[in-house]
Antibody
Framework: QVQLQESGPGLVKPSETLSLTCTVSGYSISNGYYWGWIRQPPGKGLEWIGSIYHSGSTYYNPSLKSRVTISVDTSKNQFSLKLSSVTAADTAIYYC?????????WGQGTLVTVSS | DIVMTQSPGSLAVSLGERATINCKSSQSVLYSSNNKNYLAWYQQKSGQPPKLLIYWASTRESGVPDRFSGSGSGTDFTLTISSLQAEDVAVYYCQQYYSSPYSFGQGTKLEIK
């Protein structure tokens, strides 16, 4: 059974960089699939941030592309998200997930608040 | 970019009754070469991550009760719950994966009447 778990700081200061890691268990990232990040502002809808293949090939939402970097570490079976120059608008629950079409499964999500 | 619009925004249905949620895409998500609609449905219960219910517009994910069904083609899609159960209270989202950036509807909140 594939499981994903997000980790990282829950509070980030404005203008700084948000960094999260997703640890995958029950499946080796090296075996394939795209792996991605989706966020959800409190009480709002879902926004796809971007995805990465095990080879490192990435594609991002153009609305965030200038600030986003997604990377993969197959040796640790992890992939990561960096979002730079954050503002209060980046406050959200951040989910990691598997998929390049539909997304399944999802991690439990981690709330990241941007505040000084 | 493809914009997904769901209706209604919220819905209250009696237990055992049918619930219908609509999703409309700003352009067709039907890929002509394989005749597949690139659309998925998710259920998100309070405090939980979304759960995949349906993909290819009408294929139920393994383990999803058969009271959930998806239909539609092109730009207009429907998620139907044939007989509402108490555990179906949730927010439901549609998502297109026809083209990047992948996009979701704004969600439909389903409650018990």
């Amino acid at each position: 059974q594939v499981q994903l778990q997000e980790s990282g700081p829950g509070l980030v200061k404005p203008s700084e960089t948000l960094s999260l890691t997703c640890t995958v268990s029950g499946y080796s990232i090296s075996n394939g699939y795209y792996w991605g990040w989706i966020r959800q502002p409190p009480g709002k809808g879902l926004e796809w941030i971007g995805s990465i293949y095990h080879s490192g090939s990435t594609y991002y939402n153009p609305s965030l592309k200038s600030r986003v970097t997604i990377s993969v570490d197959t040796s640790k079976n992890q992939f990561s998200l960096k979002l730079s120059s954050v503002t209060a608008a980046d406050t959200a629950i951040y989910y990691c997930t598997r998929g390049e079409d539909w997304f399944d499964p999802w991690g439990q999500g981690t709330l990241v608040t941007v505040s000084s | 970019d493809i914009v997904m619009t769901q209706s209604p925004g919220s819905l209250a249905v009696s237990l055992g009754e049918r619930a219908t949620i609509n999703c409309k895409s700003s352009q067709s998500v039907l890929y002509s070469s394989n005749n597949k609609n690139y659309l998925a449905w998710y259920q998100q219960k309070s405090g939980q991550p979304p759960k995949l219910l349906i993909y290819w517009a009408s294929t139920r994910e393994s383990g999803v009760p058969d009271r959930f069904s998806g239909s539609g083609s092109g730009t207009d899609f429907t998620l139907t719950i044939s007989s509402l159960q108490a555990e179906d209270v949730a927010v439901y989202y549609c998502q297109q994966y026809y083209s990047s950036p992948y996009s979701f509807g704004q969600g439909t909140k389903l409650e018990i009447k």
